[in-house]
């Protein structure tokens, strides 16, 4: 059997206990290194905790030495651990696949994930519209495609969840190009950075799918000891110091609820303001009033 076991967004203790018993019946652990990590516990530290080695995977083994993940699976347990969901935000779907062409049977222990925690800013996971990824900018690779899924999101009035880059274990242009396996050291997105980027996208584009006074919230380490939440404009948290990783950030959509904006006013510096550009923002985007046709023709 191969398992796929969520780890949950933090601490070790937060897998479930039918995950844990899983992971005991295991003849081999690995866990997914590349798409997330878990904040409050180390490897040593889940090792101890599982009484079993893991074995980090990073991407290049499971996206190309899927075999060697997948070896006697279909007579032993293997155990694919992945922080948050299996599914959130992260496709394992192709190694499900790949086990099961292979005749090996796969069961799925969820978890939690950041795409349902994200709901702890207080804004409805009912109202949320299409996820984003931000990637790091370079001098010459700018990918702007998310910004119109932004622009649709909040054309309908619905919030934008941001997940932010991570790099681990990647190789600098040179050190590629010269085929050295010389990996430069981990970076995670910052929410000042995120919002660097959002601003210089829509000073671009000029398509006004959001604009410096747009409302944003800022997640940092959400489910972790030191969860942090910051509500304030894009341009407000381009100057923020979100501390340590992993952060997320939301881009409040036009139809913001009175109970959704009554519980982010606790995470504010200045509640008036932020109730104002809250209620500016909304203005902005509405939609022009809708004008029966027959009313239209009279017009004419
Ligand atoms: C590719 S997603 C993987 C999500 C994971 N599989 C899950 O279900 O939560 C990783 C990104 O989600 C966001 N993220 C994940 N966990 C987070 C947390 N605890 N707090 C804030 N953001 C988080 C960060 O932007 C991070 O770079």
Redesign the pocket.
């Known amino acids: 059997m191969l398992y796929l076991i969520?780890l949950g967004?933090?601490y070790k203790s937060d897998i479930t206990v039918r995950g844990l018993e899983a992971v005991r019946r295991c003849s081999r652990v690995y866990l997914e290194h590349y798409?997330?990590i878990l904040?409050a516990a180390s490897l040593e530290e889940l090792q101890e905790f599982y009484g079993k080695e893991v074995i980090l995977a990073d991407r290049e083994l499971v996206e190309s030495g899927s075999d060697e993940i997948l070896r006697d699976a279909d007579s032993e347990d293997v155990a694919f651990l992945?922080?948050?969901?299996?599914f959130?935000?992260?496709t394992h779907t192709d190694l499900v696949l790949r086990a099961k062409k292979a005749g090996i049977q796969v069961e799925t222990i969820h978890n939690a994930?950041?795409?349902n925690?994200v709901g702890a800013c207080g804004l409805q996971l009912y109202n949320f519209g299409q996820t984003i990824?931000m990637v790091f900018f370079t001098d010459s690779w700018k990918p702007d495609s998310w910004y119109n899924k932004v622009w649709e999101n909040r054309k309908i009035g619905l919030h934008t969840l941001v997940?932010?880059?991570?790099k681990v274990k990647e190789q600098s242009i040179e050190n590629m190009a010269r085929g050295r396996l010389i990996y430069e050291p981990p970076r995670?997105m910052s929410i000042s950075q995120c919002c660097e980027q959002l601003l210089e996208i829509e000073e671009k584009r000029q398509d006004q799918a959001y604009t410096p006074d747009t409302p944003v919230v800022a997640?940092?380490?959400?489910?972790?000891p030191t969860q942090t939440l910051k509500a304030g404009t894009i341009r407000e948290l381009a100057n923020y110091d979100s501390g340590e990783p992993?952060?997320?950030l939301v881009i409040l959509g036009r139809q913001c609820h009175e109970l959704e904006l009554e519980y982010l006013l606790q995470f504010t510096d200045d509640k008036d303001k932020f109730r104002t550009s809250v209620l500016q923002d909304q203005e902005f985007f509405k939609p022009a009033p809708w004008v029966p046709p027959h009313e239209l023709a009279e017009e004419d």
């Open positions: 969520g967004l933090s798409t997330s904040m992945v922080v948050g969901d299996p959130g935000a992260t994930s950041v795409m925690a990824s997940l932010l880059d991570i995670y997640i940092s380490r959400l489910g972790s992993l952060h997320s």
